[in-house]
């Protein structure tokens, strides 16, 4: 899906994965494989070698897109949440671009999803600029 | 919440939902203040005087992440994602990007809720340019 | 559960499903009962010889509450939405009463669950009193 | 929204909130202002000056409404359902009450839902009356 | 709803919930019946006396059917779900098996539900199979 | 991920759709791929050359898994419910089987996502032996 010439999904997940997320693939592998084998490469493939590797919208919008989704959703997905809010400063947001966005999910996924996705994501703004 | 210097919500409100939807608070009074006094002024004031009048982000990117979040919810908001599509071509973006931040949604909320938005949005992209 | 001496759940279920939606527990049966034996009088006894059948809060605030939890979940539910609000109308609620805890869900289930049950709502309004 | 001559939302929101939830507005603006400009003044306005201000069903119905909707949405609201569980014992529910209307809503969220709020609720019971 | 001549769907709940739980009556009646009379008899008739206990598709099979939906529903269920996974190992299902339901939900419910699920349930193997 | 020697997921997506729902890439190709180039083969190397192409569980389960999972989220995929309802039915459940799965939801899910899910399966029910 990475629309290059013989690019496999997998090359290029693995490509974008350990350039925003350094040592993601090797950490499910260790953690999932022996439960399920081929775990970490068909997620490496499927999500970084997906979506998120495909031309059409830069990746700094895809970004905040997914802290948007995850943000109105409302679901244990705190952990994830976290990794995108990084994600996102990461792709050139500023805390503040990221807050409103939060913000703005209120509207859609409800005042406490909001208040708790930002209670998250404050906790990486503290990380990234203690 | 307009950050300006004594502009209400509800002007601000409805400053901007004139410029992106002309005639909502009117359709919104004419259906619902009846039964919900002052609603339509209250809807105007909070939504569109709410966060997407506030800086701090670009009102293009509120929009792209109002279509990412209603269709990773994946519930019975066809309607109001139609609407956000419309304003996400007319803040600026492509139909192939809306499309693509649609797609990337089934990492997140699943293939069906993706496939179901984008036949909204396919709809939406046909009228616009049929 | 319907605590009292002797009373089955079922019978329980039954004079209360009869006041209030005469006829559910045939029009069950006629449909369902040929998938799923027995289906008709588990549901009449686990609804309405369940939770609406005890004592511990009054009748009328379960119907209110129903309506508030259908209208935030902001799912595909709108035919029992619809069934809800005329039982809050007949429970005793006003039409005012049912669209203002509606509206009080937005901040809860979002904006477009709000207004997608408030239509659902307004047209149960416009047949109890067009 | 709150329909008086003259008193704006965010007026009748603080006096609302402080007397439900005492020093709310100036925990919000402490923690969630430098990354949101106006936020805690826009909550206040929006949610106490939104739908709890109004007149047209007393706050008591309003407060189970919500501990209905968070219940049944089974999401990670655990900190907004205990402060609306409190705010409902406050407008006179009884426990009991409350957790009537939690377990019925195990035929709307599930059954995991409403133990989880159960459990929930609790916590807020056994602080209430030691 | 047990189907069989004469057995109420509290002696059907009791009888399998023993199997399956033991001691889950006794331990819902300790915490919850004191807030909700006679809890405990109804979870076991509706829950364990209902769809778990009839004919027409096996008891292993339900099993994995709940693990799926708990895991698609993405919610905070994870002691329910921990709770799932434990009976489907005990009905029959491997970890294997029961990792495979739950990555397939990763095209239903997301990504990170379906992880978040994978954590619970390794808790589960690892308590199992230490 | 289809574990084969050399075997690609797209091949083995092909393979295995080709199979359950003869024509569904040309299908998703003739209709999407215009605004998401590349996304039919995407959907198909993903969806039926991932999970589903997988060793390690059955098909069989597989699909009622699915079917758990739609009626249990109570979303607006009542197009995709159907489609893995009749896949359910193919791969050897019978309507009786797929109807007590989709009555187990309604512990999880709720009632109404229960019976809006099983009136569903009733018109695939019917299609497949009127």
């Given at each position: 899906m990475s629309g290059g010439a013989g690019i496999s999904a997998l090359d290029a997940g693995r490509a974008l994965s350990e350039e925003v997320m350094p040592g993601l693939e090797a950490a499910l592998a260790d953690r999932y494989d022996r439960y399920l084998p081929g775990f970490s490469e068909w997620q490496i493939a499927t999500v970084y070698g997906g979506p998120y590797a495909?031309?059409?919208?830069?990746f700094k919008t895809r970004q905040i897109a997914t802290v948007a989704a995850l943000t109105a959703m409302g679901q244990q997905t705190r952990p994830q949440l976290k990794i995108h809010v990084k994600a996102a400063l990461d792709a050139g947001w500023s805390a503040r671009e990221v807050s409103e966005i939060i913000l703005q999910m209120s509207l859609y996924g409800g005042f406490p999803a909001a208040i708790n996705a930002l209670n998250a994501a404050i906790e990486v703004f503290e990380e990234a600029a203690p």
């Amino acid at each position: 899906m990475s629309g290059g010439a013989g690019i496999s999904a997998l090359d290029a997940g693995r490509a974008l994965s350990e350039e925003v997320m350094p040592g993601l693939e090797a950490a499910l592998a260790d953690r999932y494989d022996r439960y399920l084998p081929g775990f970490s490469e068909w997620q490496i493939a499927t999500v970084y070698g997906g979506p998120y590797a495909r031309d059409g919208v830069d990746f700094k919008t895809r970004q905040i897109a997914t802290v948007a989704a995850l943000t109105a959703m409302g679901q244990q997905t705190r952990p994830q949440l976290k990794i995108h809010v990084k994600a996102a400063l990461d792709a050139g947001w500023s805390a503040r671009e990221v807050s409103e966005i939060i913000l703005q999910m209120s509207l859609y996924g409800g005042f406490p999803a909001a208040i708790n996705a930002l209670n998250a994501a404050i906790e990486v703004f503290e990380e990234a600029a203690p």
